[in-house]
């Protein structure tokens, strides 16, 4: 007997997403999940909502799934009201702050490049960065802000997602994919018409050796501030940093939440996939943060958590067919970015899975791409 | 042992900490949520932060965490 047409091993953001969509084709849903419902990735996440440019000339697919998913983001927030709410969804912007005349000059060109694309970017001078963040330490040279970027709490959004596709939740941990059935640790086994295997870094089990590599992160959240951040803060420096493969680096990223929190990352440290904290990068981390929030010191650290993103060999998500596998299809290796590219995501594997023109162009993401 | 809290004199025994304090002389919350729900010492161990109060003008202090002395001023959120 059939558990559910399409069967979602994971319950993250992008099992979500991706449960939704299938669910919105009229299909049946199974969701396998072995622990918390968006209680791994995309609970460490820090819910940005993002404008990822290509400006560098390089490849332009993360431009693509990000602009697509956008759309799709505000398409699910225009269906309802509650929508906004339940996500606590604020577009609080993002200010891409430039400390020194190198990174300005990046700064103009994001701002040219996504102005001449007809997305909204505007360029701050110093003086008017300090107006806008007075918190801010002086001497910055400015910032590219990007207005219409938002945040959001992703794991009250998988879990409307997952709620409104109606699945089938089947809590256990999968042991093995044959062709649309899988087995589960407990003995059972689920019978669909077709595997989507959304399980973030636990996914590498079932693909081919180093397609998926952990990046661990960590962030760190205050006491509620008196003085206001409004925008999310990021370091132009976040960029260069966050594809240096080899070094553990940290980068300025702080968020305000709703009543005032602050939310302080970020981290990264490739190929770490353990979970407590690491004081010795926690503190680099708030000393970076603390470099341009002079301020922040003075406030309590409520909690430090760690996190650890999906991140695939080349960089890119895997969305597609199984390399190997028939009847298993992928949505995994999204690394930072699976909030903001988690709707397009599910829609272009939807779009593939059954057999319809993919709005986006699929090469980039071909999972097969792994194997030579 | 006397201590202020919310500028009422209040009577405490000796070696107590703040949040023993607070409960002793029948304060049931130390600061609000943001949806304004009362909160108090859940932990008792300084993990849960939720017994947050001004210590001698000092903000943000764990009440579990500090002990009550002679003339100390306690002001709650709640």
């Not at chain 1, 049946?28 to 819910?47: H, K, W």
């Not at chain 2, 201590?3 to 304060?27: D, M, Q, S």
């Amino acid at each position: 007997m059939r558990s559910a047409d399409v069967l979602i091993v994971g319950g993250g953001i992008v099992g979500a997403a991706c449960a939704r969509e299938y669910a919105r084709q009229g299909l049946s849903v199974a969701v396998v999940e072995r622990a918390a419902l968006g209680g791994g990735a995309t609970a460490a996440s820090m819910g940005h909502l993002l404008v990822v440019d290509a400006e560098d000339g390089g490849d332009a697919s993360e431009f693509q799934l990000s602009q697509r998913s956008l759309r799709l983001w505000q398409d699910w927030l225009d269906e309802s009201p509650a929508h906004a709410e339940l996500a606590e969804h604020e577009r609080c912007g993002t200010l891409w702050i430039a400390a020194d005349a190198e990174e300005l000059a990046l700064a103009e060109r994001k701002c040219a490049w996504l102005t001449a694309r007809g997305l909204p970017a505007e360029l701050l001078d110093a003086a008017a960065l300090a107006r806008l963040e007075p918190q801010l330490r002086p001497g910055l040279a400015g910032a590219l802000r990007v207005a219409g970027d938002a945040r959001v709490y992703p794991p009250k959004v998988a879990a409307a997602w997952l709620q409104q596709a109606k699945v089938q939740l089947i809590r256990g941990e999968v042991t093995a994919i044959d062709g649309a059935s899988l087995r589960l640790a407990d003995g059972r086994t689920l019978w669909g018409a077709m595997v989507v295997l959304c399980a973030g870094l636990a996914s590498q089990r079932f693909l081919p050796p180093g397609c998926l590599l952990p990046k661990k992160g960590q962030l760190a959240i205050t006491q509620r501030a008196p003085a206001a951040v409004s925008h999310q803060l990021v370091e132009l420096g976040y960029i260069k940093k966050a594809h240096l493969a080899h070094e553990d680096t940290v980068s300025f990223n702080v968020q305000p939440r709703p009543g005032g929190q602050l939310l302080i990352g970020s981290s990264r440290q490739v190929g770490r996939s353990d979970a407590p904290l690491d004081l010795a990068m926690l503190r680099r981390m708030l000393q970076c943060a603390a470099g341009y929030l002079p301020g922040l010191p003075e406030l309590s650290l409520l909690r430090c958590w760690s996190g650890i993103r999906p991140a695939s060999a080349d960089g890119q998500p895997l969305i597609g067919a199984h390399p190997e596998l028939a009847r298993v299809w992928l949505a995994t290796g999204h690394e930072g970015l699976g909030i903001t590219t988690s709707l397009a995501s599910a829609e272009l594997l939807a779009d593939l899975s059954l057999g319809r023109a993919p709005a986006l162009s699929p090469a980039p993401y071909a999972p097969a791409r792994f194997v030579a | 042992m006397k201590i202020i809290i919310n500028g009422i004199e209040a009577e405490v025994p000796a070696g107590v900490t703040v949040a023993a304090a607070l409960a002793h002389a029948g304060h049931g919350a130390t600061r609000r949520s943001l949806s304004g729900q009362p909160r108090q010492a859940f932990c008792g161990m300084g993990v849960c932060q939720e017994c947050r109060v001004r210590i001698d003008g000092q903000p943000e202090r764990l009440a579990c965490m500090s002990l009550a002395v002679e003339g100390m001023l306690v002001e709650t959120l709640a």
